[in-house]
């Protein structure tokens, strides 16, 4: 990870307005746990390309570990809008709702995650 993310953040100095090199960086962020890291990048992402489902589903990850649930909540609803057979958003919906307490809607999204999974 770590020589990849000095590349990536140098590509990022060059081209700080490319959501591909933003995408990048804060997904490899994530990945490395640097979750309050990878939140201003993926914002900057998904604002300047809103149709990246990948942007939206790493900030919600992102945002979910940060303890931003409803924005978290906000960013895996619109990779389901675009991709309505993303489990893995459905099941990450459902995480973030039981941690808000909102049980039934919980199990809503579990039940999709498990219908696009087995589709």
Known sequence: FPDAEG????AAKLAE????????????????????????????????APARVDAHYFLGEALNHVDRLEDALA????????APGMWRAHQAMGMVLDRLARRE????????AREARQA
């Open 17 to 48: 307005h490319d959501p591909e090199v933003l995408v990048a960086l804060g997904t490899l962020r994530c990945r490395s746990g640097r979750w309050r890291d990878a939140v201003p990048l993926l914002e900057e992402a998904v604002r300047l």
């Open 105 to 112: 809607e919980a199990s809503e999204a579990y039940r999709r």
């Open 75 to 82: 960013a895996y609803e619109a990779v389901v809008r675009a």
């Open 7 to 10: 590349d990536l953040a140098r």
